[in-house]
């Protein structure tokens, strides 16, 4: 089955998944939204960040996807049942893959969470992790500065990896295991983390947790793009921010080719006057 | 004349505008609105940015200020003109206050300007010189991680000296004689940028010479508080950001007490079902 993937995110970090479906999985279709003009969601209300999320699944609706990836964590935290509910074709986010495999991996069942400061205090990682094994001790630490970092391109850079020591000094302390990395930022330094942590603590990397989900759905879906194929990818963003060819290269690991700058509020009025406006919204 | 003086910024950044003020007119009433809700203004369209500059100046009119300070960077360098001509009372913002200063102590006619990158892209600070003085030269250096340092607290770190040093090198191999500090954020980490800068350089500071420029026009206005007043401040903000107590207190100098959370939206439907709505407005 040809159809694309679809994967939005509210930002351009979400090409990092892009990169990690990429390479498990080279012969699907891969459509991607970057809701650049509206980033970023974590300072938003519940209710308007459902209201995003169901208006980008709409654009990628156009394109006839197969199944829908949600490479924000913030989405993910709080519109994935909507998301799930309101859409024919299956949909997975970001954190329960990765929390399945933190869940699998510590041996000590203590686990450190590194994300926006609006991702740690909405504590979307413990509630997932401790829905499924309650007696795990879970630490998360914001680390607003690395998501600064990496987008002034300062990926391999003394201050860099200061601030990553910093940042994980108290965590470590606090004798975890694992180190989930809760934001599409961070694969891009994982390196400097995985120095700075050490080498007896496993980095989970949302990206390649949730290719593997993805994989393993098309497979029991029986949807997997056909051997002939030769994969292909379109980028679509709702406004082309700063640096975003040099930014979208270190996301995608290499250029982002023919990305696409889409008119999303006139996309939503031929929709139908945003349809999806808060008011209607009773979810 | 004991009217307040408005003073308004997308965030709360502004309130190092307000330290200044508090400095040197120490008799005024001061009422300060951060759209903390809609932060940030840089990466706005010009249009929005001009239709919320009129809203946030809308929200202060109500307090019968006698003047108003855009402490914004991004608004001083799009909507000081039309806030100009919209209001019947004198307004400024930060940039011509700042830009005087800097011609005035400027020998070299070398004079650098750091601050956020939308406000650097802008060229906002490179028009205000050239429209007075042609010939000198202005060399921009965005320094977008200086903001994020400020914010996360780590002000007198290691790790923010040495962003610093790397940020102001490009800019020093220039021989400026003079900095434009043209970001509200960056007067909580002035003694550290001096310390990079050097003592040959000048750092102008955007909230002691708005201040400087505002008692100017009080005096010629001769609306200055009265003698007897203890003066006072209000601060008002459209949403109560992460550690607002934390950062309020390190651009204000002391604790922000009794900031209040206006619904803002429900003030524009009140005014008249958002009067400045981006179709009405054909400025």
Redo the contacts between chains.
């Keep these: 089955m040809n159809k694309p993937i679809g994967i939005f995110d509210s930002g351009i970090g979400g090409l990092t998944v892009v990169k990690e479906l990429v390479k498990l999985l080279p012969k699907e279709n891969l459509v991607y939204f970057g809701d650049t003009a509206r980033i970023p969601y974590g300072?938003r209300s519940v209710k308007l960040i459902k209201q995003y999320a169901l208006e980008d699944a709409a654009f990628l609706e156009q394109f006839n996807i197969k199944i829908l990836i949600i490479a924000c964590n913030t989405v993910s935290a709080v519109a994935v049942d909507l998301l799930k509910s309101a859409l024919i074709i299956p949909v997975t986010g970001v954190i329960e893959p990765v929390v399945s495999a933190a869940l699998n991996i510590s041996k000590k069942k203590r686990i450190g969470v590194i994300g926006t400061?609006?991702t740690i205090?909405s504590q979307a990682y413990n509630k997932q992790i401790h829905s499924q094994e309650s007696d795990v001790l879970v630490y998360g630490q914001p680390c607003?500065?690395l998501i600064?970092?990496v987008?002034?391109g300062?990926v391999d850079?003394?201050?860099t990896r200061?601030?990553i020591r910093?940042y994980l000094e108290p965590l470590l302390q606090k004798e975890i295991d694992t180190i989930i990395l809760g934001c599409t930022h961070f694969p891009v330094i994982k390196e400097l983390i995985q120095d700075e942590a050490g080498p007896e603590i496993t980095l989970i990397d949302s990206g390649q947790e949730t290719a593997k989900v993805v994989k393993k759905m098309l497979d029991n879906m029986e949807i997997e793009a056909n051997n002939k194929s030769d994969g292909s990818f379109k980028c679509f963003v709702s406004?082309i921010?700063?640096k975003f060819d040099e930014v979208g290269t270190r996301f995608l690991g290499k250029p982002v080719i023919n990305a696409e700058r889409v008119d999303f509020d006139n996309f939503l009025i031929e929709k139908g006057e945003k349809i999806y406006t808060p008011l209607n919204l009773n979810v």
Tied chains: 1, 2.
């Design positions: 300072t400061t609006a205090n607003p500065l600064s970092l987008e002034e300062w850079d003394e201050i200061l601030t910093k406004d921010p700063d």
